[in-house]
T-cell receptor, first 114, second 114 residues
Framework: DTEVTQTPKHLVMGMTNKKSLKCEQH?????MYWYKQKAKKPPELMFV???????INESVPSRFSPECPNSSLLNLHLHALQPEDSALYLC?????????????FGDGTRLSIL | AQSVTQLDSQVPVFEEAPVELRCNYS??????LFWYVQYPNQGLQLLLK??????LVKGINGFEAEFNKSQTSFHLRKPSVHISDTAEYFC????????????FGPGTRLSVLP
């Protein structure tokens, strides 16, 4: 069982829909991350939050909008997505934002855009 | 900026045989090194990490890795694999430049055959 919980596990949406992905951790971690992973590829970093503030945005299109309402929760709001956005979206957390900090991953949300 | 190479995209091996998955990195500064495993339909799980100290690092599930600074390598080994070790393995590196995060290698698919 993972200590980072992501919901939903699967999501199918049309290009005009608005949906949200949710991530929760109760390990007291202060850094949280969103990654996108295409099939047979490594995860690609999208956003990093540190102490609930956006720290890194890897030039992600504005149709992806992250939100960190508190230290345990991280959301990813989706709007007007494209078919190429279909992927596994992974959330991760670490004790702090630091390069010696291992990241703990959730099992992901598998997103399909019709 | 750092980069990670995993030369073998696929490694088939028979059950109970030893295995080595190769990882090489490039970085101009000191690095931290990680191995993650991803089972089908799951997120990434930390196998082991090298931060400092002993160059031989032991991880979960009987895996170990050795940091070799002169060869800029961090190869993963297991003396006897099981069918359940079939998964994708990612090497990751981060350096001590604050704000830089993980760079993942392309992954190695380990297939354990009966």
């Amino acid at each position: 069982d993972t200590e980072v919980t992501q919901t939903p596990k699967h999501l199918v949406m049309g290009m005009t829909n608005k949906k949200s992905l949710k991530c929760e951790q109760h390990m007291g971690h202060r850094a949280m991350y969103w990654y996108k992973q295409k099939a047979k590829k490594p995860p690609e970093l999208m956003f990093v939050y540190s102490y609930e503030k956006l720290s890194i945005n890897e030039s992600v299109p504005s149709r992806f909008s992250p939100e960190c309402p508190n230290s345990s929760l991280l959301n990813l709001h989706l709007h007007a997505l494209q078919p190429e956005d279909s992927a596994l979206y992974l959330c991760a957390s670490s004790q702090e934002l630091g390069n010696n900090q291992p990241q703990h991953f959730g099992d992901g949300t598998r997103l399909s855009i019709l | 900026a750092q980069s990670v190479t995993q030369l073998d995209s696929q490694v088939p091996v028979f059950e109970e045989a030893p295995v080595e998955l190769r990882c090489n990195y490039s970085s101009s500064v000191s690095v931290y090194l990680f191995w993650y495993v991803q089972y089908p339909n799951q997120g990434l799980q930390l196998l082991l990490k090298y931060l400092s100290g002993s160059t031989l690092v032991k991880g979960i599930n009987g895996f170990e890795a050795e940091f070799n600074k002169s060869q800029t390598s961090f190869h993963l080994r297991k003396p006897s694999v099981h069918i359940s070790d079939t998964a994708e393995y990612f090497c990751a590196v981060s350096d001590n430049n604050y704000g830089q995060n993980f760079v993942f290698g392309p992954g190695t698919r380990l297939s354990v055959l009966p």
